[in-house]
């Protein structure tokens, strides 16, 4: 499932990592691993607000679209 797709309060895990080099890099440069757990806090229109081991971040639904990640919750 891809991390545009959680519902607000979802927990889940990053399995894998899509798109280009370049935006894979800086979504790994701000914490966004392989295993690492994040949280949904909110949608609002086209944006996520999510957490990622503790830091907090709002992403675009389309870089969203490129984190796919596996519920916990």
């Known amino acids: ?3 545009s797709e959680c519902t ?4 889940a ?3 894998h ?13 701000l914490g966004f691993h392989t295993h690492s757990v994040v949280e949904l806090i909110m ?3 086209n ?5 990622v081991d ?6 675009d639904k389309q870089i ?3 984190v796919e990640v596996e519920p916990l919750s």
């Open 8 to 11: 607000n309060g979802q927990i």
């Open 13 to 15: 895990q990053i399995t």
């Open 43 to 45: 949608i609002r229109g």
């Open 1 to 3: 499932m891809l991390l």
């Open 17 to 29: 990592l899509k798109g280009e080099v370049e935006m894979k890099m800086r979504l790994v440069n």
């Open 47 to 51: 944006n996520l607000v999510i957490t």
């Open 54 to 59: 503790g830091s907090r971040f709002a992403l």
């Open 64 to 66: 969203a679209e490129l």
